[in-house]
């Protein structure tokens, strides 16, 4: 094999090893991947040279429960600094970023952007399978992937987010996922800005389906725990007409507002513009498209970048009027500890 991913659906006993012999190829756009497509798509925030959208053929695929994942020893790790910027983010140049994202409101009239950071920890030593393994004990009601190709370098990410799934009797799914606080055994109530965020990001995506289904089930906002955390989620059932494309929908929902901002178009120009942190493929998406029946692309959160010297972590938050530096950046570094527990 020269490219893998390996994952663990949320709540199953099993992960999947899918494989594929020789370099992956880039794909132009989303809307390339067609209904009987097949692999494992590595999906970047915002594609570009650097960043490619990424098909991964289905050479191998395996099934393992979670005591046999650690002896997977003959699996290529692509480790070097790729397309990384030479220094993660500091706490000055997110201060700078915040400010500059924080003014833009009021000159051009967003109503919601998602600034993200990276921080860097020094190398543990720890096998990424091993990595692998602690996530999915750790985090049970995450989808947990590890995937690695040349042109992507090596990834984990323990994420509650679907972006798009397909169910039983071809019922699709997707999520609002907005809205963060740690977890309490008695949590206050949600923050007016919270509640605002997750609305926004609800009425996109209801938005979006509405392009492609007639019929479409809403469920929430209700509380839900990931880890250290809750977060307001709103859950989307829906058919999909015949003619509709599933690389046209995740063209059409991605970048949601949970991780862009809206409008979606004129956001994702100023943050790709503004930020100082080179997203790469944190805030992306991957997921097996048609692999043994399985179609579930989850959004690319709580995850860290492997590199031969050091772990970088990413994570984002949503920037609205009512924001304050301090709160996001505690919000921030209270998601990149799902990561650090992983490692410490």
Known sequence: MDAFAIYRLPHASQCTLVGQHGVPDGLKSLSSLKQDSSGFVIAPFSPDDCSPILLLRPDVVRQYTLDEVPAIDDLPYYLDGGNNPAQPSSRESYNSDFARFHRTFSAFGYRKLV??????????????????????????????????????????????????????????????????????????????????????????????LEQFTDEITVTGPYTTRAGSLVHLRTDFNFTLSSDAGVGEVL??????????????????RF???????????????????????????YVSLRCMR????????????????????????????????????LIQ
């Open 271 to 297: 943050i790709i513009n503004n930020e100082t942190c080179n997203r790469s493929y944190y805030s992306g998406f991957s997921g097996p498209l048609n692999v043994d029946g399985t179609t579930a692309m």
């Open 115 to 208: 600034l993200a950071r990276n921080a860097d920890v020094p190398h543990s030593g720890t096998h990424p399978v091993t990595l692998f393994k602690r996530a999915c004990e750790h985090y049970p009601e995450a989808c947990v992937t590890l995937f690695s190709a040349p042109q992507c370098g090596t990834w984990l990410m323990a994420t509650p987010e679907v972006l798009l799934e397909r169910g039983t009797d071809d019922i699709w799914h997707t999520m609002a996922l907005a809205g963060t606080m740690r977890y309490a055994e008695q949590l206050p109530p949600w923050s007016d800005k919270n509640v605002h965020e997750q609305d926004f990001v609800a009425q996109y995506i209801k938005a979006c």
């Open 306 to 341: 492997i590199l031969a010297d050091r772990y970088r972590l990413y994570a984002g938050g949503g920037i609205l009027p009512q924001s304050v530096e301090s709160q996001e950046w505690d919000e921030i570094s209270a998601k990149m500890q799902s990561m650090l527990t």
């Open 251 to 268: 063209d059409a929902l991605h970048p949601t507002p949970a991780v862009c901002g809206l409008p979606k178009d004129d956001a994702l």
